[in-house]
């Protein structure tokens, strides 16, 4: 009886119930998606290009980012003999937080952001991926070109880093031509 009395409080209520602590279960989030439900549902609310756009912000939030470190030089890439030593890479570098499934015309927004010589009108971007090779000696390895402004011209601006063969670690060069 004295369990009974000390459940209660001062006020003569019942005591509620014990909730555990913690954050709630993620049970109830686990269950998986069906992409054909999504898909119908964004179709009768968007157009087909916000629909491209939402399906990647939906693939971008399921996704961790990763660093892609970017170094830029004008006229040319960097020799692989500069990427040698680590801690003494080109100071000319800019770190960016994407997705392998980034295409070469972000990353050539995102340069633009940062690099006087990319912003003019017939500015060619070069992109290289740059890595250690099984010798351990770096290798710079072209893969891609876009315009600055996309004027019509469209050289690889769709290609995405993972289509491209990119693998996380991996620099990139880019040549502002």
Not at 154 to 160: C, S, V, W
Request: proline share 7%.
């Amino acid at each position: 009886m004295s369990g009974l009395v000390e459940a209660q409080n001062r006020q003569g209520r019942p005591a509620l119930p014990t909730q555990p602590r913690g954050p709630p279960s993620l049970a109830r989030f686990r269950e998986p998606v069906d992409r054909e439900k999504l898909l119908l549902l964004v179709q009768n609310i968007f157009d087909v290009e916000s629909l491209g756009k939402c399906l990647r912000f939906y693939t971008f939030s399921k996704t961790c980012p990763l660093l892609l470190r970017v170094f830029t030089k004008s006229g040319g890439h960097h020799p692989a003999e500069e990427f040698a030593v680590r801690g003494k890479e080109p100071k000319d570098e800019v770190q960016i937080y994407t997705w392998k499934d980034a295409n070469l015309r972000e990353l050539t927004d995102l340069v633009k952001e940062v690099s006087q010589e990319a912003r003019k009108r017939d500015a060619k971007l070069s992109f290289a991926f740059v890595y250690p090779d099984k010798n351990g000696r770096f290798v710079v390895r072209p893969v891609g070109m876009t315009y600055s402004h996309g004027s019509g011209q469209r050289l690889d601006d769709p290609k995405t880093l993972a289509e491209l063969g990119f693998q996380i670690g991996d620099y990139l060069s880019v040549a502002i031509l």
